[in-house]
Each structure stands twice: as C-alpha cells, then as structure tokens.
Nanobody, 121 residues
Framework: QAQPVESGGGLVQAGGSLRLSCAVS????????MAWYRQAPGKQRELVAG???????NAADSVKGRFTISRDNAKNTVYLQMNSLKPEDTAVYYC???????????????WGQGTQVTVSS
C-alpha cells in the first residue's frame, strides 16, 4: 500500500533552517497534489502547505514567507524548506497525497511516521 516516507527533521536553534523531504511510491506522483502537515504535542494535526500537480502552492498564514513547498516529479518527492524557524514550529511533520483546495487539503493515504522538528529558543 502506498505510504509517504518523511525525512530531514532534527534539532535546530531559533532562526535556523531545515529542509524536509517526503518520498511516495505506489501512486502516480506527477498528477498528485501533495501537502505537508504538522502536529505539535497536545494539538490537532494542521495543514502547513500544499502544492498542486502543476506546481501551484499555498501555505498557512503562520508559515507564509518562511516555509516553501516544492516538488520533484522525477524523484517522486516533495520538499518543505523551512527558514527563520521559531520554537512554535516544533512538531512532527507529515506529508500526504491530497485533494487540494485554495485553503484546505484532504489526505488520501495512510499517514507515515513523520519527522520530528524541534526548534530551541
């Protein structure tokens, strides 16, 4: 069964950067919209950013101007470049194949393990 595999998380100081990667097999990646989500301790999972199969992107207000989502169809991989990280960005980050709207996304696959991002102050 298709499932995302996230990587690239770690511990970083506030103001630092990380680049997350997510590989997905078992789907026609080039025609799939993708999205990154995150879940902080004690909070619900929230949508961070999405990208259509054609490359159009959207992002949550809390990360606009700091996070950039991109994709490489040749590698079946979606990325999340995170700059100017803040302690409140600390969470487990997940990606998924989605149905994508202007400000919503519905995940279509089982969730992967995610990748932990911890931002120290």
């Amino acid at each position: 069964q298709a499932q995302p595999v996230e990587s690239g998380g770690g511990l970083v100081q506030a103001g630092g950067s990380l680049r997350l990667s997510c590989a997905v097999s078992g789907v026609t990646f080039s025609i799939s919209a993708m999205a990154w989500y995150r879940q902080a301790p004690g909070k619900q999972r929230e949508l961070v950013a999405g990208i259509s199969h054609g490359g159009s992107t959207n992002a949550a207000d809390s990360v606009k101007g700091r996070f950039t989502i991109s994709r490489d169809n040749a590698k079946n991989t979606v990325y999340l470049q995170m700059n100017s990280l803040k302690p409140e960005d600390t969470a487990v980050y997940y990606c998924n194949v989605v149905l994508l709207g202007s400000n919503w996304a519905t995940p279509l696959l089982p969730w992967g393990q995610g990748t932990q991002v911890t931002v120290s102050s």
